[in-house]
């Protein structure tokens, strides 16, 4: 039995000719990705690509069983997500220095895993309240913390696509991952920058409280937000909403990954 529903969009936005942004959403394993390219010309597309490709891998009919917790899950599949970009570029010229955001949720058990490299976020809205729960990895980020701007600084700073990690750029790349418990009604959004970079948190969460009952109709108005404040770049949004007794069993799951070994 299902116990998450999800909706997922994308738009190329106002001001971009391709989408480089790629997601992956299969509700019934509890399965969720985002990723958003960089790289030039079709680069960025192709890096996005082999993201949700590989994470579209794990849920492979036949794939044999694996032994793993869900966090090592994630961590092996930025990995071999990386190792492939990588080889792509190595391989054909045209798509050296192509690398991609990475966002990816498995719910499992009453709890969710998040794994994170990049820009793109991941929030939750409880309670009638929004938080984001990843950290851009980003320089606005390191001179937000370190004190040198403001937050409010940061909405009007022209260095807002600088990232400091990002899967396929360099030799090594760590994702960050944490475990957190979820509670039925949560809704969770997973996005690229494309709608956080035009769209406030405020409205973000003004949104969701108005329009999260029906994740389809919530979805589009965010998208078209994004494109009313400018649509700089490609805008991909996906919505998540724990149904009441979610149990999910760990059962999917431990197919998932067992491909890679």
């Known amino acids: 039995?299902?116990?998450?529903?999800?909706?997922?969009?994308?738009?190329?936005?106002?001001?971009?000719?391709?989408?480089?942004?790629?997601?992956?959403?299969?509700?019934?394993?509890?399965?969720?990705?985002l990723a958003d390219g960089m790289g030039g010309a079709a680069s960025g597309e192709v890096?996005?690509?082999?993201?949700?490709?590989?994470?579209?891998?794990?849920i492979s009919a036949g794939a044999p069983s694996a032994a793993e917790e869900?966090?090592?899950?994630?961590?092996?599949?930025?990995?071999?997500?990386?190792?492939?970009?990588?080889?792509?570029?190595?391989?054909?010229?045209m798509h050296r220095g192509m690398g991609c955001t990475g966002e990816m949720v498995i719910?499992?058990?009453?709890?969710?895993?998040?794994?994170?490299?990049?820009?793109?976020?991941?929030?939750?809205?409880?309670?009638?309240?929004?938080?984001?729960?990843?950290?851009?990895?980003?320089?606005?980020?390191?001179?937000?913390?370190?004190?040198?701007?403001?937050?409010?600084?940061?909405?009007?700073?022209?260095?807002?696509?600088?990232?400091?990690?990002?899967?396929?750029?360099?030799?090594?790349?760590?994702?960050?991952?944490h475990d957190y418990e979820t509670l039925p009604d949560d809704v969770y959004l997973l996005c690229s920058d494309g709608l956080c970079d035009m769209v406030s948190d405020e409205d973000i969460g003004m949104t969701l409280q108005t329009l999260s009952a029906n994740l389809r109709l919530c979805a589009q108005q965010l998208v078209q937000m994004a494109n009313d404040n400018g649509g700089r770049d490609n805008i991909s949004v996906i919505l998540v909403r724990v149904r009441k007794g979610y149990s999910a069993p760990r059962g999917p799951l431990s197919r998932l990954f067992g491909w890679f070994k």
Request: aromatic share 4%; charged share 25%.
């Open 107 to 177: 719910f499992t058990g009453g709890r969710y895993v998040v794994g994170h490299v990049g820009d793109s976020r991941v929030y939750l809205f409880r309670g009638g309240r929004l938080r984001q729960v990843t950290r851009d990895h980003s320089l606005l980020q390191e001179q937000i913390d370190s004190g040198v701007i403001t937050p409010q600084q940061a909405r009007q700073s022209q260095n807002k696509n600088l990232v400091t990690r990002a899967l396929g750029i360099d030799p090594v790349v760590e994702a960050e991952i």
């Open 47 to 58: 890096a996005s690509g082999i993201f949700a490709g590989t994470v579209l891998e794990m």
């Open 1 to 33: 039995m299902i116990r998450i529903e999800s909706h997922a969009r994308t738009d190329v936005g106002l001001r971009r000719s391709s989408n480089e942004d790629a997601f992956v959403s299969v509700p019934e394993l509890g399965l969720l990705a």
């Open 70 to 93: 869900p966090e090592e899950l994630v961590r092996r599949a930025f990995l071999i997500a990386h190792r492939r970009i990588r080889e792509r570029a190595a391989l054909e010229p």
